[in-house]
Protein backbone atom coordinates (compact mmCIF):
# COMPACT_ATOMS: atom_id res chain seq x y z
CA UNK A 1 0.00 0.00 0.00
CA UNK A 2 1.46 3.55 -0.81
CA UNK A 3 1.50 6.27 1.95
CA UNK A 4 2.07 9.42 1.43
CA UNK A 5 1.48 13.23 3.03
CA UNK A 6 -1.76 14.23 4.37
CA UNK A 7 -2.06 18.51 4.20
CA UNK A 8 -4.31 20.85 5.97
CA UNK A 9 -3.80 24.02 4.78
CA UNK A 10 -5.54 27.41 5.76
CA UNK A 11 -5.44 30.55 4.47
CA UNK A 12 -6.16 33.89 5.75
CA UNK A 13 -8.52 36.14 4.30
CA UNK A 14 -7.47 39.12 2.90
CA UNK A 15 -8.47 42.66 2.28
CA UNK A 16 -7.52 43.91 -1.20
CA UNK A 17 -6.57 47.56 -2.31
CA UNK A 18 -8.60 48.51 -4.41
CA UNK A 19 -7.11 50.84 -7.63
CA UNK A 20 -8.35 51.28 -10.96
CA UNK A 21 -5.37 49.44 -11.92
CA UNK A 22 -5.37 46.34 -10.11
CA UNK A 23 -6.03 43.30 -12.01
CA UNK A 24 -7.46 41.62 -9.28
CA UNK A 25 -10.05 44.02 -8.84
CA UNK A 26 -12.92 42.53 -7.54
CA UNK A 27 -16.61 43.22 -6.65
CA UNK A 28 -16.39 42.34 -3.37
CA UNK A 29 -15.19 43.96 -0.64
CA UNK A 30 -13.14 40.70 0.59
CA UNK A 31 -11.52 38.23 -1.12
CA UNK A 32 -9.87 34.88 -0.40
CA UNK A 33 -5.80 35.35 -1.02
CA UNK A 34 -4.60 34.49 -4.51
CA UNK A 35 -2.45 31.29 -4.32
CA UNK A 36 -0.30 29.83 -7.41
CA UNK A 37 0.18 26.10 -7.28
CA UNK A 38 3.51 24.90 -9.08
CA UNK A 39 2.94 21.62 -8.95
CA UNK A 40 3.45 18.57 -11.98
CA UNK A 41 2.01 15.87 -10.58
CA UNK A 42 -1.30 15.98 -12.46
CA UNK A 43 -3.72 13.95 -9.65
CA UNK A 44 -1.92 16.53 -6.75
CA UNK A 45 -2.42 19.64 -8.71
CA UNK A 46 -6.11 19.09 -9.29
CA UNK A 47 -6.14 18.13 -5.46
CA UNK A 48 -5.24 20.98 -4.63
CA UNK A 49 -6.10 23.44 -6.84
CA UNK A 50 -9.95 21.92 -6.27
CA UNK A 51 -9.33 21.99 -2.52
CA UNK A 52 -8.37 25.78 -2.79
CA UNK A 53 -11.14 26.93 -5.13
CA UNK A 54 -13.96 24.93 -3.18
CA UNK A 55 -13.20 27.00 0.02
CA UNK A 56 -12.85 30.57 -2.33
CA UNK A 57 -9.91 31.60 -3.26
CA UNK A 58 -8.36 32.53 -6.30
CA UNK A 59 -6.09 29.86 -7.74
CA UNK A 60 -3.70 29.50 -11.08
CA UNK A 61 -1.99 26.06 -11.54
CA UNK A 62 1.22 25.98 -13.24
CA UNK A 63 3.03 22.65 -13.73
CA UNK A 64 6.79 24.28 -14.74
CA UNK A 65 9.20 26.52 -13.50
CA UNK A 66 9.49 28.99 -16.11
CA UNK A 67 6.12 29.33 -16.52
CA UNK A 68 5.44 29.85 -12.67
CA UNK A 69 8.71 32.29 -12.42
CA UNK A 70 7.10 34.22 -15.24
CA UNK A 71 3.50 34.13 -13.62
CA UNK A 72 4.53 35.16 -9.82
CA UNK A 73 6.46 38.22 -11.20
CA UNK A 74 3.45 39.11 -13.07
CA UNK A 75 0.41 38.48 -10.96
CA UNK A 76 2.61 38.88 -7.25
CA UNK A 77 0.28 36.21 -5.49
CA UNK A 78 -0.71 36.51 -1.80
CA UNK A 79 1.29 32.59 -1.53
CA UNK A 80 2.84 30.09 -3.32
CA UNK A 81 2.32 26.26 -3.28
CA UNK A 82 5.97 24.89 -4.55
CA UNK A 83 6.71 21.40 -5.64
CA UNK A 84 10.48 21.74 -4.79
CA UNK A 85 11.35 18.78 -6.04
CA UNK A 86 10.07 19.81 -9.76
CA UNK A 87 10.94 17.53 -12.48
CA UNK A 88 13.41 19.41 -14.28
CA UNK A 89 11.87 20.31 -17.58
CA UNK A 90 13.09 23.69 -17.86
CA UNK A 91 13.56 24.64 -14.39
CA UNK A 92 13.95 22.90 -11.00
CA UNK A 93 11.41 23.83 -7.61
CA UNK A 94 14.97 24.98 -6.50
CA UNK A 95 15.25 27.32 -9.17
CA UNK A 96 11.82 28.59 -8.65
CA UNK A 97 12.34 29.36 -5.33
CA UNK A 98 15.96 31.10 -6.21
CA UNK A 99 13.68 33.40 -8.35
CA UNK A 100 11.22 33.83 -5.64
CA UNK A 101 13.92 34.75 -3.20
CA UNK A 102 14.93 38.24 -5.70
CA UNK A 103 11.65 39.24 -5.97
CA UNK A 104 10.27 41.67 -3.81
CA UNK A 105 8.10 39.73 -1.23
CA UNK A 106 6.84 40.18 2.72
CA UNK A 107 8.82 37.21 3.67
CA UNK A 108 9.84 34.18 2.39
CA UNK A 109 8.60 30.91 4.47
CA UNK A 110 9.95 27.44 3.14
CA UNK A 111 8.58 24.21 4.82
CA UNK A 112 9.94 20.99 3.98
CA UNK A 113 11.14 17.43 5.43
CA UNK A 114 12.40 14.98 3.86
CA UNK A 115 11.48 10.87 3.41
CA UNK A 116 12.85 8.34 5.60
CA UNK A 117 15.20 5.70 4.38
CA UNK A 118 16.05 7.97 1.25
CA UNK A 119 18.85 9.82 0.41
CA UNK A 120 19.93 10.42 3.85
CA UNK A 121 23.43 12.29 2.12
CA UNK A 122 21.49 15.07 0.64
CA UNK A 123 19.39 16.00 3.99
CA UNK A 124 22.24 18.62 5.15
CA UNK A 125 22.35 19.75 1.77
CA UNK A 126 18.90 20.68 1.39
CA UNK A 127 18.91 22.21 4.65
CA UNK A 128 21.97 24.91 3.86
CA UNK A 129 20.49 25.26 0.32
CA UNK A 130 17.45 25.94 2.42
CA UNK A 131 18.61 28.51 4.49
CA UNK A 132 20.31 30.61 2.40
CA UNK A 133 17.58 31.05 0.19
CA UNK A 134 14.71 31.61 2.55
CA UNK A 135 14.10 34.26 5.41
CA UNK A 136 13.01 31.85 7.65
CA UNK A 137 12.53 27.32 7.69
CA UNK A 138 10.49 25.42 8.77
CA UNK A 139 11.69 21.85 9.80
CA UNK A 140 9.08 19.08 10.02
CA UNK A 141 7.91 15.48 9.43
CA UNK A 142 7.70 14.33 5.51
CA UNK A 143 7.17 10.28 5.22
CA UNK A 144 9.65 8.94 7.99
CA UNK A 145 8.65 5.06 6.98
CA UNK A 146 10.23 3.29 9.72
CA UNK A 147 13.40 5.47 10.29
CA UNK A 148 13.31 8.15 13.68
CA UNK A 149 12.08 11.11 12.34
CA UNK A 150 14.05 13.40 14.75
CA UNK A 151 17.07 11.72 13.44
CA UNK A 152 15.84 12.81 9.62
CA UNK A 153 15.27 16.44 10.96
CA UNK A 154 18.23 16.41 13.13
CA UNK A 155 20.08 15.48 9.69
CA UNK A 156 18.67 17.95 7.74
CA UNK A 157 19.30 20.76 10.68
CA UNK A 158 23.14 19.77 10.46
CA UNK A 159 23.28 21.64 7.27
CA UNK A 160 21.54 24.76 8.36
CA UNK A 161 23.79 25.01 11.56
CA UNK A 162 26.93 25.04 9.37
CA UNK A 163 25.60 28.12 7.79
CA UNK A 164 25.25 29.30 11.33
CA UNK A 165 21.65 30.06 10.49
CA UNK A 166 19.07 30.98 13.28
CA UNK A 167 16.31 31.59 11.21
CA UNK A 168 14.39 27.80 11.94
CA UNK A 169 12.20 25.61 13.52
CA UNK A 170 12.07 22.41 14.24
CA UNK A 171 8.54 21.34 14.42
CA UNK A 172 7.68 17.00 13.92
CA UNK A 173 3.97 17.43 13.49
CA UNK A 174 3.42 18.37 9.73
CA UNK A 175 -0.11 19.72 11.32
CA UNK A 176 1.10 22.09 13.83
CA UNK A 177 4.50 23.19 11.23
CA UNK A 178 1.24 24.00 8.69
CA UNK A 179 -0.68 26.41 11.80
CA UNK A 180 3.00 27.72 12.74
CA UNK A 181 3.57 28.97 8.91
CA UNK A 182 -0.06 29.72 8.89
CA UNK A 183 0.01 31.97 11.37
Known amino acids: LKKGSTFTVSLP ?4 ARSGDDERETD ?6 HVIIVEDDENLAALL ?3 LKDSGFRVKLVKEGKEAIALI ?3 KPDAVVLDIML ?3 DTSGWDVLKALKQLEHRKLIVMFGCGGERDREKRPIMGKIAAELAD ?5 SDNPRNEDPK ?3 LDIEVGINRERKDNY ?3 ESREKAIEYVIE
Open 13 to 16: LVTL
Open 73 to 75: QKE
Open 136 to 140: FVVLT
Open 87 to 89: EEH
Open 151 to 153: KIL
Open 169 to 171: ILI
Open 49 to 51: EAE
Open 28 to 33: EKQAHA
